[in-house]
C-alpha cells in the first residue's frame, strides 16, 4: 500500500524575539522565490527538520540560534484514506498530534542515537510505510530518516554535483547504493544480504589464498627440498628424538649449576665478612684506651663486656667454620654438575658429528636439516590448498543456491533499461550531448558524470527527474513532495534558462507536491540600462505563468527585497496558529 505526504503549512515561530513565518502550502507545485541567502533554502530544511533529520540542523544555524519551534501541519494518503497530522519540534522535543487528537511526544531528539530519537524514527517510518533497512557493521537495521527523504530532496549545495549526497554520512552503510534503490524501484531483494556479501567476499578471498600458495610452492628450493626430504629417512627422526632429550637434559644441567654458581657466590661474600668481623673483634682491646673505629668513641672496660666480646668471637669462629663447610659442598656440588654438562655436551657433539658426516646419495645431513624447514612449510601449504579448495567449492554451492539473487540481477537488468530509455529523453530535452559509456547510464552503475559546470546541473537534474519517474512508475515505495532546490545556477545564458525552466514545467510528478526555489530580487525601481546577467533578469512569475501549472503557487521570503528574511514576520499578527502550536507542546 503506497503512501503519500502532502506538506499543507508551514509555521517557523521564535516567542524570544516576536518574529515567525508561516505560508500555507499548494497540493501542486510551490516557487519559493527571494533575494540570495533570503532563507528558500531554510524553508525547504525546515520541513526536514521539523521530521527529525538531524543532518541539515548545521545549515540551519542562524535560523536555530532564535531558539524557534517548528511546526508541520500534512495530509497522510493511502489508498483506502487521507488524513490529517501536525508535527512540532522546539528546541528539544518533538510532538506529533494524531487525527484524533492523541498527541504523542518525543522527549531528547537531537542526537540520532539516542533512545527518543529512534523511537521517533520507527514512528515516523510507519507512518509513511518506510521499511528500508541498510547494512552496517555486519548487521542489518532500520534506514535513518535522512534516507526517507533523499530521492526526493536536491540540495543547493551539492545536490546538483553528487548524486546522492544531499545528506552526509549515507554512504557509510555497505552496500548502500544498491539497497537503496532496489527499495525505490520495487526489486525485492529479501534474500539474506549480509550473510550473500560475506560469502562473496569469503569466496574471493579463498580463491586469492589458493592461487597465491600455488605460485608461492612452485619456488625453487620447495622443489629442491622435496628430492632430499625421504633420504635420511629413519636415521633422522631416531637422531632428532635422542638429541631433543638430550638437548633437554643438558638445558636442565646448566641451569642447575648457574643457581650452584651463584649461591657458591653468597657463600664466599658471607665467609669474607664473617672473616673480617673475626679480625676487627680480636683486635678490640678493653683498658679504655681502645676507640671505636668508626666514631672515636673510647671503649669502656667491664667484666661484662668483656665476656660478650670472647662470646661474640667465639660465635664468629664458630659461624666462620661451618660457612667453610658449606662452601666446600657447594663446590663439590659445582664440579659435579660441570663434568654432567660436559658428558651431555660429549655425547650431543659424538652423536651429531657422526650424522653430520654422513653422505647419503650425495646429500649430507646438513643439507637435510636446512630443507626441512622448507618441506614442513611446503607440506603446509598443500594442506592449506586442498582445504581452501574444499572450503570454496561449499561457498560456491552456497551462493548458487541463493535463486533470489539471480532474480535480483535480472530484475535490477529490467530497471536499468527502463532507467536509460527516460534518462535519456531528458538529456534531449534538456539539449545535453548523449552519453554512451555504461558507467553514465546503466542506473546501478552510475556514480558522477563526466561533465562540468552548467552541462554537469543539467545531466544532474535529468538524474534526479529519471530517478523520481522511475519511483512513481514502480508504485511501491512512499511519496514525498519533491524539493528543488535552486534549480537555476549564477552562471546560466539564456538559451539553458529556458531548456532548463521549460524542462522542470513539463516533468514534475504527477502523484506529490513540487517545492522550486528560483532566487529574484524585487526591486522599488528599474535599475538603469546596464549589462544584466539572464538569471538576474528572471522574474518568477512570469516563469510560474510560462511554464508551471495553473494550480501552481508562488510566495517571497522577506517579500523578495530582503536578505535573511525567513523569520521576519510579526508573531502577533499570527497569534491563533502561534497559541495552537504551544497547546501541542503543552504536555
Avoid at 515516523?124 to 534506514?143: D, H, I, P
Avoid at 558522477?448 to 534526479?464: C, D, I, N, W
Wanted: net charge neutral; proline share 3%; aromatic share 10%.
Amino acid at each position: 500500500m503506497k503512501t503519500i505526504i502532502t506538506f499543507n503549512k508551514l509555521f517557523v515561530s521564535s516567542e524570544l524575539h516576536k518574529v515567525c513565518f508561516f505560508e500555507e502550502f499548494s497540493s501542486g507545485v510551490n516557487l519559493i522565490s527571494g533575494r540570495n541567502t533570503s532563507g528558500k533554502s531554510s524553508l525547504i530544511q525546515s520541513l526536514l527538520y521539523t521530521f527529525g533529520v538531524n543532518d541539515v540542523r548545521e545549515s540551519l544555524d542562524e535560523i536555530l540560534s532564535y531558539q524557534p519551534t517548528f511546526r508541520v501541519d500534512f495530509t497522510i494518503k493511502t489508498d483506502h484514506s487521507s488524513q490529517a497530522y501536525s508535527i512540532v519540534r522546539d528546541p528539544k522535543s518533538i510532538y506529533v498530534k494524531e487525527p484524533n487528537g492523541k498527541v504523542v511526544p518525543f522527549h531528547g531528539v537531537n542526537a540520532d542515537h539516542s533512545v527518543e530519537h529512534i523511537e521517533l524514527k520507527d514512528y515516523v517510518r510507519e507512518l509513511a510505510g518506510f521499511s528500508l533497512v541498510l547494512e552496517q557493521k555486519g548487521e542489518l537495521k532500520s534506514a535513518p530518516l535522512e534516507s526517507m527523504f533523499l530521492p526526493y530532496y536536491i540540495s543547493q549545495s551539492v545536490g546538483w554535483v553528487y548524486l546522492r549526497e544531499s545528506f552526509s554520512n549515507l554512504m557509510y552503510y555497505k552496500g548502500f547504493k544498491d539497497d537503496y534503490l532496489d527499495y525505490y524501484l520495487g526489486i525485492n531483494n529479501s534474500f539474506d544480504r549480509v550473510e550473500h556479501r560475506k560469502l562473496t567476499k569469503e569466496k574471493e578471498q579463498l580463491s586469492s589464498d589458493i592461487n597465491n600458495l600455488k605460485r608461492y610452492s612452485k619456488r625453487t628450493e620447495f622443489q629442491f627440498s622435496n628430492l632430499v626430504d625421504e633420504t635420511f629417512g629413519e636415521k633422522a627422526e631416531e637422531y632428532i628424538e635422542k638429541y631433543v632429550q638430550k638437548s633437554r637434559s643438558l638445558e636442565e644441567e646448566r641451569n642447575t649449576y648457574i643457581k650452584l654458581c651463584n649461591e657458591l657466590s653468597l657463600l664466599q661474600n658471607h665467609h669474607k665478612i664473617l672473616k673480617r668481623t673475626k679480625r676487627n673483634i680480636k683486635r678490640q682491646n678493653y683498658n679504655d684506651v681502645d676507640r671505636c673505629p668508626a666514631c672515636t668513641q673510647v671503649l669502656s672496660y667491664s667484666l661484662e663486656g668483656l665476656y660478650s666480646h670472647y662470646q661474640k668471637y667465639n660465635d664468629t669462629v664458630e659461624l666462620e667454620s661451618h660457612i667453610t663447610q658449606k662452601l666446600i659442598d657447594k663446590k663439590s656440588s659445582i664440579n659435579t654438575s660441570k663434568k654432567k654438562m660436559m658428558k651431555f655436551t660429549k655425547e650431543i657433539y659424538d652423536d651429531y658429528g657422526v650424522l653430520l658426516e654422513k653422505n647419503v646419495d650425495g646429500v649430507t645431513f646438513s643439507q637435510w636439516v636446512e630443507n626441512k624447514a622448507n618441506i614442513t612449510l611446503y607440506k603446509k601449504m598443500q594442506n592449506d590448498i586442498k582445504s581452501s579448495k574444499v572450503r570454496l567449492a561449499i561457498v560456491k554451492q552456497t551462493l548458487s543456491s541463493m535463486v533470489t539473487e539471480k532474480e535480483t540481477l535480472l530484475a535490477r537488468i529490467k530497471k536499468e533499461k527502463a532507467f536509460r530509455s527516460i534518462f535519456t529523453n531528458y538529456m534531449e530535452q534538456l539539449a545535453l550531448n548523449p552519453l554512451s559509456d555504461p558507467r553514465y547510464l546503466d542506473l546501478y552503475k552510475i556514480h558522477s558524470f563526466p561533465r562540468q559546470g552548467v552541462e554537469l546541473h543539467k545531466t544532474v537534474m535529468a538524474y534526479h527527474f529519471a530517478l523520481n519517474a522511475m519511483i512513481e512508475k514502480a508504485d511501491s515505495a512512499h511519496r514525498l513532495p519533491f524539493l528543488l532546490d535552486a534549480i537555476l545556477k549564477e552562471d546560466i545564458d539564456e538559451t539553458n534558462l529556458e531548456s532548463i525552466l521549460s524542462f522542470v514545467g513539463k516533468n514534475l510528478p504527477n502523484d506529490t507536491q513540487t517545492f522550486v526555489s528560483i532566487s529574484e530580487h524585487i526591486k522599488d525601481a528599474e535599475p538603469k540600462e546596464q549589462e544584466v546577467k539572464p538569471i538576474d533578469k528572471v522574474r518568477v512569475k512570469e516563469v510560474m505563468d510560462t511554464y508551471f501549472p495553473k494550480n501552481s503557487k508562488l510566495f517571497y521570503i522577506g517579500g523578495g527585497k530582503i536578505e535573511r528574511g525567513f523569520l521576519s514576520q510579526p508573531l502577533e499578527d499570527y497569534q491563533e496558529v502561534y497559541e495552537e502550536t504551544v497547546e501541542m507542546t503543552a504536555i
